[in-house]
């Protein structure tokens, strides 16, 4: 089973969610996704200022595998990029829940976090699809 740290929110789409101290969010892709995708070669990073709307594709990532979308956990503003990940995409395989977040964001409702799944949830997303 892979690493689902307890702290985090995760989406039905394999992203993790981690709520800053200011507010905001921080997202990444799970150690599940990185693991199915293999190793990473490219990501193409959304622009800070963006709105998004919950479920909107935001970024894509590209591995030896497969291309795949990044979406949107929740509707907002994206603040920040990580573009240390643009220069070194293997950042998301070698550290999904560190250095290789992807982008931060504003949500428009912060009570918006309640639909996102707890590690146990997720736990049990990733087991129905083996």
């Known amino acids: 089973m892979s690493e689902i740290p307890a702290e985090l929110k995760y989406s ?8 800053e ?5 921080c997202v990444g892709i799970t150690h599940h996704a990185q693991d199915l995708l293999g ?3 490219f990501i193409e990073l959304p622009e800070v200022g963006r709105q998004l709307s919950h479920g909107e594709e935001c970024a894509v990532i590209e591995s030896v595998k497969a291309a795949s979308d990044i979406y949107a956990p929740l509707a907002g503003t994206i603040t920040a990029v990580n573009n240390s ?4 995409p293997e950042l998301l395989n070698q550290q999904p ?11 428009d409702a ?4 309640h639909k996102l799944l707890d590690a146990a949830g997720y736990s049990a997303l990733v087991a129905s699809e083996a």
């Open 12 to 19: 039905p789409s394999h992203e993790w969610i981690r709520v």
């Open 21 to 25: 101290p200011d507010g905001t969010i």
């Open 39 to 41: 190793d990473m070669v």
């Open 85 to 88: 990940v643009e220069a070194a």
């Open 97 to 107: 829940y560190g250095d290789g977040w992807i982008l931060k964001m504003q949500p």
């Open 110 to 113: 912060a009570t918006d976090l």
